[in-house]
């Protein structure tokens, strides 16, 4: 059974800093593309950002130059570094995976694997 487990979320004030991981099991991922979503109560999940298996990144313009996304192959795990933190960044954020060896994008139908979330608040 594949699981992806996030952890690391939390209540912080902006301005401030955490850091999310999202460990997997299962199966590898290190030939896959891995991102994070994230969802507020009554909205359509939002892309945050992704690494593809070659290492390159994406990220939404909301985070850009905030959140940093990196991967440990040998702990078949992915972070989420979350700096600079806003309010407006509460949300639960969901890790995602998606299939060996294809291009994955900002669209939550490239992957085929979710995490079931970790809560993200940011007081003002």
């Known amino acids: 059974q594949v699981r992806l487990v996030e952890s690391g979320g939390g209540l912080v004030q902006a301005g401030g800093s955490l850091r999310l991981s999202c460990a997997a099991s299962?199966?590898?991922?290190?030939?896959?593309?891995m991102a994070w979503f994230r969802r507020v109560a009554g909205k359509e999940r939002e892309f945050v950002a992704l690494?593809?298996?070659?290492?390159?990144?994406s990220y939404s313009d909301s985070v850009l130059e905030r959140f940093f996304i990196s991967r440990d192959n040998d702990k078949n795990t992915v972070y989420l570094q979350m700096n600079a933190l806003k309010p407006e960044d509460t949300a639960v954020y969901y890790c995602?995976?998606?299939?060996?060896?294809?291009?994955?994008?900002?669209?939550?139908?490239?992957?085929?694997?979710w995490g079931q979330g970790t809560q993200v608040t940011v007081s003002s």
């Open positions: 995602a995976g998606g299939p060996d060896d294809e291009i994955v994008l900002r669209n939550p139908s490239d992957y085929d694997y």
């Open positions: 299962g199966r590898t991922f290190s030939r896959a593309g």
């Open positions: 690494i593809a298996w070659t290492g390159g990144v």
